[in-house]
């Protein structure tokens, strides 16, 4: 068996976003998605295992960089 991915919490995508300087359209954009799909990913009010992965990954891209 293999234990699926750890799913990052919203509040936490969002404290990175802004760590990063990164606005809400910004990721939407980078993200192909929209500003009210970050948002509510970021405040827990929709849950999409897939999208929160892709966004730590591009927000760890810009902390990194």
Same mark, same amino acid.
């Given at each position: 068996l293999v234990e699926p991915a750890a799913v990052p919490a919203g509040s936490d *995508? !969002?404290?990175? &976003?802004?760590?990063?300087? $990164? @606005? *809400? /359209? @910004?990721a939407a954009e980078a993200l192909l998605t /929209? +500003? #009210? #799909? +970050?948002? !509510? *990913?970021? &405040? $827990?009010? #929709?849950?999409? @295992?897939?999208l929160a992965l892709r966004y730590e990954a591009w927000l760890h891209s810009r902390l990194v960089a």
């Open positions: *995508l !969002r404290m990175k &976003r802004e760590t990063s300087g $990164a @606005t *809400l /359209s @910004t /929209s +500003i #009210t #799909t +970050i948002s !509510r *990913l970021e &405040r $827990a009010k #929709t849950f999409d @295992t897939e």
